[in-house]
């Protein structure tokens, strides 16, 4: 039964791992992979610390080894002609990233809920948290992606079952495994040293319940020995947090400026209720405190994390759903334990036969929420998408050589610049605020695994700042969200999404939709209607809302096109 739970975990998790390629549809996997690439050049700083580079240094090893296949086979000669490459189509890169660094640990993490249940649960709730895991929607879609969530998660687990490890054997070597995987649990995402908060708990619980005098519980040689492996892990997966302590500083502190008041209801009502399903959240919750009721010592060392963490959600989070990732093996295992609780009152007040046959049928429909929604996140993920399309049909119908404006980097026809346009941008390195070798190299590699196409299109983003443009070569040419310039450009086309905006890109709708044509629609809802996005929190890749998934039949954002048809508003303005 377990084997057949975490094969079908690693199913809806595999399935759709292709989506977008070659193009990248995930708003952050770029910052993962292009670091572990860049570790290639022999400089291991990542010189940006808002996440750890431990996942970027595993993707990195990974890739080596990929290196070193393909040059025995012949398929690349060195080290250039791997990241020309990859620059010419990624597509297997992320595949390998996918695969390594979302699907294995996301269904690893499935098998050691189980083992995490089964240090204090039965058999059955352990089988049955399992299977919660398997099947939920968040951890599905979010296995899919190469980030940081899934190895987070896994460690957490790993952790937690070595922390009851300790409760049940206080010898040092179980304290020393436990502060090793807390600190590579923050060391995959600064948010697992909240790790400690159990660790701290369970070491507390084990020398009461062992008698210990107060004085001395906190100056146990093994526990202080947990405590300087975990920072021992931090330091040796993320060094250049030492040896370059100012550089650290200031991209950590910038990062944590990125954190505000959420409020205590946003990550129940939107990241669990539609991550995975309302009767889950609401069994989780449930399960968790009558766990703590039933064993108190074990019970509040299972909930003290959850907890704990939920309150630095409320208090500094973002509104994502994925920052709810480390409580779904909690809510899991306290959904499962409140089920079957259910399910032995019923086998007390019924008979035996009729009794099973309803806690089966209850336990399939209790699933059905959430395994239909993975289910139709993964065939979305195997279909089409917007920003492909509509640019297949700029390809199949406007002029080679017209200049489009596009309102985002993302969100917008998976189109590349041509040869040209790439060349010019050595003319912005001129002005980058740091790492001008490294964009130089990165820049030479684009320009030659670039190649020359007939049906090339010219194209721009439109910032409501263009001048301040530019960290990234991916937002150049940047111009400013004005038709007068845009027509000074040259710009014949503009194409809208409705997913992201910006405060002057309202005032500037207003005048395309008053003096531009609309020529072309693109909508990945079963109406077919231009609107605005159902789901407007998370637009990192897929969806979470139900009305947003469910509606759709293709990944990708609404987009129209305009062809500017208007005389230059300057001139309307000097006859008016």
Request: charged share 20%.
């Amino acid at each position: 039964m377990l084997f057949c739970i975490i094969f079908i975990g690693f199913i809806l998790r595999v399935t759709g791992i292709h989506f977008g390629l070659p193009f990248q549809f995930h708003q952050d996997e770029p910052i993962v992979v292009n670091h572990a690439l860049g570790f290639g050049s022999g400089d291991f700083n990542p010189h940006f610390f808002a996440i750890p580079p431990f996942v970027s240094y595993v993707l990195f090893f990974i890739y080596a080894g990929l290196f070193i296949a393909g040059k025995f086979f012949g398929i690349w000669r060195g080290a250039e002609d791997f990241i020309c490459f990859y620059f010419k189509d990624p597509s297997i890169f992320y595949l390998i990233g996918r695969f390594f660094i979302g699907v294995l640990p996301g269904t690893l993490s499935v098998a050691w809920t189980y083992r995490l249940a089964r240090r204090f649960l039965s058999r059955s709730v352990s089988i049955y948290s399992a299977a919660i895991m398997s099947v939920s929607f968040l951890n599905v879609i979010n296995a899919h992606y190469i980030y940081t969530d899934m190895f987070l998660v896994l460690f957490a687990v790993i952790a937690y079952e070595s922390f009851f490890r300790i409760y049940k054997k206080p010898f040092l070597k179980n304290y020393v495994i436990s502060g090793v995987l807390v600190g590579f649990a923050a060391s995959v995402k600064y948010n697992g040293i909240m790790l400690v908060f159990p660790y701290l708990l369970t070491h507390i619980f084990t020398e009461i319940k062992n008698k210990t005098v107060p004085k001395k519980i906190f100056f146990s040689r093994f526990l202080w020995s947990g405590i300087f492996s975990a920072f021992a892990v931090i330091i040796f997966t993320n060094p250049f947090s030492v040896i370059t302590p100012a550089e650290f500083k200031d991209s950590f502190l910038k990062q944590a400026q990125a954190f505000w008041y959420m409020g205590f209801t946003h990550h129940i009502s939107y990241s669990l209720y539609e991550g995975i399903s309302h009767t889950i959240t609401a069994f989780g919750i449930i399960g968790l405190i009558l766990m703590v009721i039933k064993d108190k010592f074990r019970g509040m060392i299972f909930c003290i994390f959850p907890i704990v963490f939920y309150m630095i959600l409320v208090f500094s989070s973002q509104p994502f759903p994925r920052y709810v990732l480390l409580l779904v093996p909690f809510l899991s295992i306290g959904g499962a334990y409140f089920l079957f609780s259910i399910f032995k009152i019923n086998e007390k007040l019924g008979s035996n036969k009729i009794t099973r046959i309803l806690n089966i049928v209850i336990a399939i429909l209790f699933l059905v929420p959430t395994v239909s929604k993975s289910i139709k996140a993964d065939i979305l993920f195997c279909g089409v998408d917007t920003r492909v399309e509509s640019a297949e049909w700029i390809k199949n119908n406007l002029e080679p050589g017209s200049k489009i404006a596009f309102d985002s980097t993302f969100f917008r026809p998976a189109l590349k610049q041509p040869y040209q346009q790439i060349e010019r941008k050595k003319e912005f390195l001129k002005n980058q605020p740091g790492m001008k070798n490294l964009k130089r190299r990165k820049l030479e590699l684009m320009i030659k695994a670039a190649k020359e196409e007939n049906r090339k299109y010219p194209f721009y983003f439109l910032f409501d700042t263009p001048e301040g443009q530019g960290q990234f070569l991916e937002t150049l040419p940047a111009l400013p969200l004005d038709v007068n310039v845009l027509k000074k450009e040259g710009i014949e086309y503009i194409v809208i999404n409705t997913a992201s905006f910006t405060p002057g890109k309202e005032k500037f709708l207003e005048d395309i939709d008053e003096r531009e044509e609309a020529i072309k629609e693109f909508s990945p809802y079963l109406d077919r209607v231009y609107r605005r996005v159902f789901d407007e929190v998370e637009l990192t890749c897929l969806p979470v809302n139900d009305l947003d998934v469910y509606n759709r039949v293709e990944m990708g954002p609404p987009l129209r096109i305009y062809k500017i048809i208007s005389k230059k508003i300057n001139s309307e303005n000097n006859e008016e």
